[in-house]
């Protein structure tokens, strides 16, 4: 199922579309649209895909999301009673002059840059206070929410406790923030995910010892290698079993995985359900 374009409702006057967000369950597609997107999730939980990634969510999930990046939440089946969320969408062209006249605010920029890849911030308290802001949004005059919303944004991009989504789909935070053995790192993992890779490949990729290669990995990525690849490929996974009707026995072998109960409880760790499961959710 490839991601659908979505066109968002802006009126004549107004940039800036804030609204409230309220139904049994989050209906939208895999989808994708032109503008920056902020939400944050009042009451509901179940997976969150932006991009390449997938994680679980819950009340209190905050997410920013860059234009034109295939994204969508989907409930748990035990949780289909009520999904809310406080959700605000902009295009590029709102702030884009301002901040390049402002270096003040080139810290904004790099927020809304990185935002390619997905931004989920990880302080539930800062979220929620941040929810309440934007519960307000679409009661205020037109150009009350460019102030707020700016103001907003101004905080997430002063905030440290946030984590990329999507590192592979950040090509500019990769290759400004990274040396170059971080980088051979993901550019041999997304080349040969597919087959079988060990810590001893990657030290000598990286010409380290093996012991010394984990401790890297781990200190750069914040989880050990092993973890990273089985998220990688269940990452792929996902990607196949939205997008085509391959059967489930090739997409496990496409992905690296030779045993195909061994990917079902991979799968089942990260997703929290089957692949089986996963495909029809997402086609339902």
């Not at 949004?137 to 700016?150: C, R, T, Y």
Request: hydrophobic share 35%.
């Amino acid at each position: 199922m490839k991601p659908e374009l979505e066109h968002i409702p802006h009126k004549i006057d107004q940039s800036i579309y804030a609204y409230t967000y309220k139904n049994a369950c989050f209906a939208a597609p895999w989808h994708y649209h032109e503008d920056y997107e902020l939400t944050y999730i009042v009451k509901s939980s179940g997976i969150r895909h932006v991009g390449s990634s997938l994680d679980n969510f819950h009340e209190g999930d905050l997410v920013l999301i860059g234009k034109n990046v295939p994204h969508c939440w989907k409930n748990n089946n035990h949780y289909l009673s009520e999904a809310i969320s406080y959700c605000v969408q902009w295009p590029e062209h709102t702030f884009k002059s301002f901040i390049a006249n402002n270096p003040e605010l080139q810290a904004l920029q790099t927020l809304l840059n990185s935002a390619q890849a997905g931004i989920k911030f990880t302080n539930i308290s800062f979220n929620t206070a941040i929810g309440k802001r934007l519960s307000i949004l679409p009661d205020l005059k037109p150009e009350k929410i460019m102030i707020v919303l700016l103001d907003i944004l101004t905080d997430l991009a002063a905030n440290s406790e946030k984590e990329l989504l999507a590192v592979d789909q950040a090509p500019n935070q990769v290759s400004d923030k990274t040396n170059s053995r971080t980088k051979a790192i993901l550019n041999y993992i997304d080349q040969h995910y597919h087959q079988k890779i060990t810590n001893t490949d990657m030290a000598k990729l990286t010409h380290m010892s093996s012991g010394a290669f984990c401790k890297y990995f781990k200190k750069q990525f914040k989880r050990p290698f092993t973890n990273y690849l089985n998220e990688f490929r269940i990452r792929k996974a996902c990607i196949s079993l939205r997008e085509t009707n391959n059967t489930l026995l090739d997409i496990s072998l496409a992905c690296g995985y030779d045993n195909l109960s061994f990917f079902h409880r991979q799968f089942k760790k990260y997703v929290s359900m089957t692949p089986k499961a996963y495909r029809t959710l997402i086609e339902g």
